[in-house]
């Protein structure tokens, strides 16, 4: 009965062992996005102030415990009037609602395969479902020796679905700023050191 209980014990010890913990490069990554303005252009954007963390298990091709969180104020569409109306209660109302998250269980990847991976978005105080596209980018270990993942995240949310419905008709149809909006996340992500 000692060794059953001590081989289950094991069997689940290193079935926790296998998953690795890893954080989010943010040197080396960009969490951005990009809208159709004035129905004939997009704008490209991005954040520069975020970190995540998530678990992955290589065996098993699976990531789990995702969580990213991002400073809507360091948003970055390189020009500041823009910026600072994208700050204001108009859109993210960023002194209100300092950040947004995504967080989502569980995903089972294979390199340069795109899967789908369904989490939560929270944005102004509002928790919605959303699906978004990953595709995984293989593993490698950099000349310092640190493990690293890379990946790709992409999909498309109505920024109104979270209240942000700051907009201007034009006088020939359309809006000033669409309502979807294209998530475009690249990343790097280094494993944590035992």
Known sequence: ????????????LSAVVDAASYSLDTAHSVVGFSV???VVSKVKGR???????????????????INVKVEVGSID??????????????FFDAKKFPTMTFTANKVVVKKDQTVKVSGDLTLRGVTKPVTLDLTYGGSVVDPSGNEKVGFSLAGKINRKDWGVSWN?????GGL????????????EANKAKK
């Open 1 to 12: 009965m000692l060794f059953r209980a001590t081989l289950v014990l094991g069997l689940f």
């Open 36 to 38: 159709k303005h004035m």
């Open 47 to 65: 954040f520069n102030k975020f970190e995540g963390s998530f678990d992955f298990d290589e065996k098993k091709n699976e990531v789990s415990k």
């Open 77 to 90: 569409t390189n020009n500041k009037k823009r910026d600072d109306h994208l700050s204001s209660p108009d």
């Open 168 to 172: 201007k008709t034009l006088d020939k």
């Open 176 to 187: 000033a700023v669409s309502e979807d909006v294209m998530i475009e996340v690249e990343g």
